[in-house]
């Protein structure tokens, strides 16, 4: 065979190799010049039999090479598939439900808008899609197809319609350690089949179990196989800092070498969670989450695991040991006598309590992710709709859910470009710097924030009210601190950043004073240059308090006959006092070098 046409390969493709219609349609058109070729060049010996092979399931990239070399775009999604309702969004796709329609055949298409992703993000999307073809289980969600058309790569999943396995026990009018049993069994037998086909999960964790369906007993399906990797029997090594805080296991935080057992660590915390309705690791600060975890740092305090069985907590102790070398494996924890012999040795009665604090701890979960989630879905950060959990899920060595996280190298670096700019951005408002300020927000930037009054803000005219009538006027100092700074990063284009500030200032009383807000920022990056998008703060107004100023009518024996009320009416609100006009027209008032308030009258 010439050297120049090797490689091409015997159509038709490979069994359970799939050629998409565009390739066939151009097949017979191919087929000639690949011809005409093929004698020219080998005249006088034995032609070698050639075609063309589209390659597995995803005929992708490039559908088909022509003798002219020009690149045919592959359509084969657009031609098989009709696209309905939308299911749910992430950072950089959405997932639709879609019908195969010479079958009539439903399924759920992850459409992802390949233009907004990284190389890096392109290996992580070949993982992904390579990861999934191998895993054929039924409590897993099954991807069907891979197909990748101009702009976007399309999965095609099981429709799952039974929503989270969360959410269904809540609503359920009986749930007992039984249930939770047979919950942990079908969470056990996904992980082991994984475990089996050399693949760990990395990201187990409430949001990415579902239901097969709405009926009653439907099957658990474990989903998200985005941080999904695979490994060489039982292979440890580091394969970077990825998962869930709660979740994540103390090797993974040790960062040394890791692999199968990580999944059973969170297994056991979703165990944990089954049993009680909330985590055996929690803390609001991520560090000291960490440091609770490292050190397995849990108990089964009373009333509520009173009366969970022993051999229940036995598991849970097996699941959540510290050495991943002696934690239980998927196929040992499946023989254990809480699953094995669940009719006898599971409680059947039902755990009120559990589903009360489940519920609470549902919606604390949905809460934390709803920011990032409700921003990613509405806003456009590229001039077109963002594809952008649940789930959850960003598209970095992390899942599409907003409760995921990772930290390399790479990722550091990254997130403290997010944390400079945004002290950056914060100085500027300190210094009352409205041309810095416009330069690093995007025109048509959208806010939710005390001084709006609930209401969502577009564009800057708003925000050049404050600049123009506070900070001109005011001159004294203003020490802005972040606290416990978290950082989502959204590919490599967009991130989000939480935070508390922390304002200290002196008043127009020369007083220092400190003021909290609560911050979430999104930025997004464009010709290089970080710009924020949409922001969101709690807590006190940006204005800062002053002062009342109203003239005050002392008693005849203060030794200040009249004076300006040096207090903030909000102050004397918080303190129980109805402060000054248009307030009450009496108050206490301290006059310096006494210690008990005398009544006074406003003056006018």
């Known amino acids: 065979m010439p050297s120049n046409l090797q490689g091409f390969r015997l159509w038709p493709p490979a069994h359970g190799m799939q050629a998409c219609s565009c390739c066939t349609r151009h097949m017979l058109q191919i087929g000639a010049h690949v011809l005409a070729l093929m004698t020219a060049m080998a005249l006088g010996s034995r032609a070698e039999q050639l075609c063309l092979n589209p ?27 009709q696209l309905f309702e939308e299911l749910g969004k992430g950072a950089f796709s959405v997932v639709r439900r879609c019908v195969k329609v010479l079958a009539g055949q439903e399924y759920a298409a992850k459409i992802i808008n390949t233009k907004k992703l990284s190389a890096r993000d392109h290996q992580k999307l070949e993982r992904e899609a390579r990861i999934c073809r191998l895993l054929k289980h039924p409590n897993i969600v099954r991807l069907h197809d891979s197909i990748s058309e101009e702009g976007h790569h399309y999965l095609i999943f099981d429709l799952v319609t039974g929503g989270e396995l969360f959410e269904d026990i809540v609503a359920r009018e009986y749930y007992s350690e039984a249930d939770a049993s047979h919950c942990i069994q079908q969470i056990l037998e996904a992980v082991l089949h994984c475990h089996q086909m050399g693949v760990v999960h990395r990201d187990l964790k409430p949001e990415n179990l579902l239901l097969a369906s709405k009926l009653k007993g439907a099957a658990v399906k474990l989903a998200d196989f985005g941080l999904a990797i695979e490994v060489e029997g039982e292979q440890q ?8 805080p709660g979740y994540l296991s103390p090797e993974v935080l040790r960062k040394d070498p890791y692999g199968k057992p990580v999944d059973l660590w969170a297994c056991g915390v979703i165990l944990y969670i089954l049993l009680v309705g909330y985590p055996p690791f929690w803390d609001e600060d991520q560090h000291r989450l960490y440091q609770q975890i490292k050190a397995g740092a849990y ?41 094995s012999h669940r009719s006898t040795v599971a409680s059947c009665m039902h755990r009120q309590e559990t589903v009360d604090c489940l519920k609470k701890f549902n919606a604390r979960r949905k809460l934390k992710g709803a920011i990032l989630t409700t921003m990613l879905a509405t806003r456009n950060f590229s001039g077109g709709k963002s594809g952008g959990n649940k789930k959850n899920d960003g598209v970095k060595e992390s899942s599409e859910s907003t409760n995921t996280t990772i930290e390399d190298e790479d990722t550091k670096v990254r997130k403290q470009e997010i944390i400079k700019v945004t002290e950056q951005l914060i100085e500027a408002i300190s210094n009352g710097d409205f041309e810095s300020y416009t330069k690093m927000c995007d025109p ?58 922390i304002t200290q200032y002196l008043d127009a009383g020369g007083i220092p004073r400190t003021a909290q807000s609560e911050e979430t920022r999104v ?37 200040l006959p009249t004076a300006r009320c040096p207090l903030q009416c909000e102050e004397l609100d918080t303190l129980g006092f109805p402060g000054c006009s248009p307030h009450s027209p009496t108050f206490p008032c301290v006059i310096p070098g006494e210690s008990q308030p005398h009544p006074v009258r406003e003056g006018i």
Request: hydrophobic share 35%.
């Open 523 to 559: 930025w997004h990056r464009r010709d290089g240059k970080w710009q924020i998008v949409h922001f969101h703060r709690s807590g006190a107004p940006s204005v800062l308090p002053q002062p009342c100023g109203g003239l005050l009518s002392l008693p005849a024996h203060c030794p």
């Open 444 to 501: 048509g930037m959208t806010a939710f924030e005390p001084e709006a009054l609930g209401n969502l803000v577009e564009g800057l005219d708003f925000h050049r009210f404050y600049f123009e009538n506070l900070w001109s006027r005011n001159s004294k100092p203003v020490h802005t601190t972040i606290l416990n700074p978290h950082i989502h990063l959204m590919g490599d284009e967009s991130a989000c950043i939480a935070y508390i500030r």
């Open 55 to 81: 390659g597995p399931p995803t005929p992708s990239l490039a559908c088909l090479p022509s003798a002219s070399m020009a690149t045919i775009t592959c359509t084969r999604f657009t031609e098989e598939y």
């Open 299 to 339: 108990d089964f305090p009373s009333p509520e695991w009173d009366t969970v069985t022993p051999e229940a907590k036995d598991l849970i102790n097996k699941m959540l040991t510290i050495n991943p070398s002696k934690r239980i494996t998927a196929a040992e924890a499946l023989k254990h006598p809480w699953i």
């Open 237 to 244: 090594a580091w394969f970077g800092f990825a998962g869930t």
